[in-house]
């Protein structure tokens, strides 16, 4: 590792813990029977614990939404056209995808990152243009990506969350898009939590059981062709893995240099934190998933990062939908944590014990 990466692993800090101690104290002390807000409380003094800040506020929130196309979809990998992807980044600029109407819900920002896609947009208004790979290579037959460019897409990561936080975001969500990318982010967890293809290997799309059964074998190609080695995240990544997934990554590893909380979307985000916990496992403490995907191999990694899902909605989608709805509730359960009156301020009775 060179430069911004090197300096970014560096410079995580772990979480504070006695804060942490100190959130849970206050929350004992608001008034409702103690625990009662359940998971609402464990989030509100993880974000305490994660930030420094003992009177936490969620002031901005913004979803970076990387986006990136994969080779090899030629190997038809998909249910859908390779020409979706950059379709759908004017339909994110238009604001009519799924990620825009629940961030506008949550009132969250939509940050789309044109980190991969194989096609040339020119200038678009509202599209950060930060192209690592105009495309990455078919992995069935060699490596998707090459070292150099794996770095530069997790530093492109590590810059986005700089600059949204250095706009304001104390809350950061990460989300996809990239035809075909279910396929990586197969191939990167079956590598790097050592379960078989098939057992971490969805639909993606919607393939049926025929094209459900190439793609395994396609992953099961890529991986002997490549030989990724999974003590070497940046090898999984150049070998086997996507721009988007590395600019997720990055963008995991710069959000927890400053502190500032990560909440992941579905199985495509899932993949980049492996790649992140992987360079850093302290940044794993910033994360928090937002919810269980129907892909299979989700539910694999978030036991393998030892996350647990806030939410069970059946979501595939990506776009940082999910993480929409799960950065709602962190920041409800940071607005309970300063809002609420304590027993002693609201005048209110204690439990009585004995």
Not at 146 to 166: C, K, P, Y
Not at 316 to 339: D, I, N, P, W, Y
């Amino acid at each position: 590792m060179t430069g911004l990466l090197d300096r970014t692993v560096r410079e995580i800090p772990p979480v504070d813990e006695a804060l942490e101690r100190a959130a849970r104290a206050r929350l004992d002390r608001l008034t409702k029977p103690l625990g009662s807000l359940g998971r609402l409380e464990d989030l509100a003094a993880r974000y305490v614990a994660m930030t420094g800040r003992l009177e936490p506020t969620v002031r901005r929130k913004i979803v970076c939404t990387f986006v990136g196309d994969h080779g090899v979809t030629a190997e038809g990998v998909s249910a859908y056209p390779a020409a979706v992807t950059p379709q759908m980044v004017f339909n994110f600029l238009r604001g009519g995808a799924g990620v825009n109407v629940l961030a506008k819900h949550v009132g969250a920002e939509v940050r789309v990152v044109d980190i991969g896609v194989a096609h040339d947009f020119g200038s678009p208004q509202g599209l950060i243009t930060r192209k690592v790979v105009f495309g990455t290579r078919n992995m069935a037959l060699g490596p998707a990506m090459s070292r150099d460019e794996a770095i530069r897409a997790i530093e492109v990561g590590i810059a986005v969350a700089e600059e949204a936080i250095g706009d304001g975001a104390d809350l950061i969500g990460t989300g996809d898009m990239g035809i075909g990318n279910t396929t990586p982010s197969s191939a990167i967890t079956a590598v790097l939590t050592g379960r078989a293809v098939a057992a971490v290997t969805g639909r993606g799309t919607g393939v049926d059981d025929k094209g459900l059964a190439r793609k395994i074998d396609v992953i099961e190609r890529a991986i002997l062709v490549n030989a990724p080695q999974a003590s070497d995240p940046l090898d999984v990544l150049a070998k086997v893995g996507g721009a988007e997934i590395g600019g997720i990554a990055g963008c995991i590893l710069g959000a927890a240099r400053h502190r500032v909380p990560v909440v992941l979307d579905g199985f495509i985000s899932g993949a980049g934190a492996l790649i992140a916990v992987g360079l850093q496992p302290r940044c794993r403490e910033y994360l928090v998933a937002s919810h269980q995907s129907v892909e299979q191999g989700h539910r694999v990694l978030l036991d393998h990062l030892a996350l647990d899902p806030l939410l069970d909605l059946n979501l595939r989608l990506g776009e940082g939908t999910g993480a929409c709805l799960g950065m709602s509730l962190v920041e409800a359960a940071v607005k309970l944590f300063s809002q609420m009156a304590t027993f002693d301020e609201a005048g209110v009775s204690t439990r009585i014990d004995g």
